[in-house]
T-cell receptor, first 116, second 114 residues
Framework: SQTIHQWPATLVQPVGSPLSLECTVE??????LYWYRQAAGRGLQLLFY??????ISSEVPQNLSASRPQDRQFILSSKKLLLSDSGFYLC???????????????FGPGTRLTVL | KQEVTQIPAALSVPEGENLVLNCSFT??????LQWFRQDPGKGLTSLLL?????REQTSGRLNASLDKSSGRSTLYIAASQPGDSATYLC?????????????FGGGTRLMVKP
């Protein structure tokens, strides 16, 4: 099955500082990749998705950006963090399992971001 | 716009009880429905996936059903155990969705007491 790695696991950053969260995927090729945010007491919000290298779609306007420099690498960034960017960030993927497309969406362990 | 609702938001039961978690969605044009489990501070783990052409899926003590026409799915957990304590989320994938994106419900927080 597909395995997703995220780092760092936790991060505490001051307001106005930059951000870079990384996600890498194993066990599949040419996956669809997703960034979600889960704020305290709230559901999962899809932030970005990517169907290929360099192809990024944004679901909501925000202070964040995403990039996909390699097939199995997805990066979430910000130039200046806001207090409202605090939350639990999850990377997910959807891709091939052998010759067939696996309909299951797999999630990484998440990054807990606290902006002070 | 697809909306997914899960009821109840929280549930506490004694160990050994059979229980049902509910998920409803407003647009029946779905490709599939997935149930996930999330432990505190962790990522999501896929439990069951039901394709739109299927009525149910089973894995161990878990059984998920899908009634697409009425926009409902249920997750049945048999003989609940304290280790089942977690948040359970359902998510639907739209048909003709090039990005394979999911719409999630708010989750049901389950506590099974020993």
């Amino acid at each position: 099955s597909q395995t997703i790695h995220q780092w760092p696991a936790t991060l505490v950053q001051p307001v106005g500082s930059p951000l870079s969260l990384e996600c890498t995927v194993e066990g599949t090729s040419n996956p669809n990749l997703y960034w979600y945010r889960q704020a305290a007491g709230r559901g999962l919000q899809l932030l970005f998705y990517s169907v290929g290298i360099g192809q990024i779609s944004s679901e909501v306007p925000q202070n964040l950006s995403a990039s996909r420099p390699q097939d199995r690498q997805f990066i979430l960034s910000s130039k200046k963090l806001l207090l409202s960017d605090s939350g639990f960030y999850l990377c997910a993927c959807h891709g091939l399992a052998g010759r067939y497309f696996d309909d299951t969406q797999y999630f990484g362990p998440g990054t807990r971001l606290t902006v002070l | 716009k697809q909306e997914v609702t899960q009821i109840p938001a929280a549930l506490s039961v004694p160990e050994g009880e059979n229980l049902v978690l509910n998920c409803s969605f407003t647009d029946s044009a779905i490709y599939n429905l997935q149930w996930f489990r999330q432990d505190p501070g962790k990522g999501l783990t896929s439990l069951l996936l039901i394709q739109s052409s299927q009525r149910e899926q089973t894995s161990g003590r878990l059984n998920a059903s899908l009634d697409k026409s009425s926009g409902r799915s249920t997750l049945y957990i048999a003989a609940s155990q304290p280790g089942d304590s977690a948040t359970y989320l359902c998510a639907v994938k739209r048909s003709n969705n090039a990005g394979n994106m999911l719409t999630f419900g708010g989750g049901t927080r389950l506590m099974v007491k020993p």
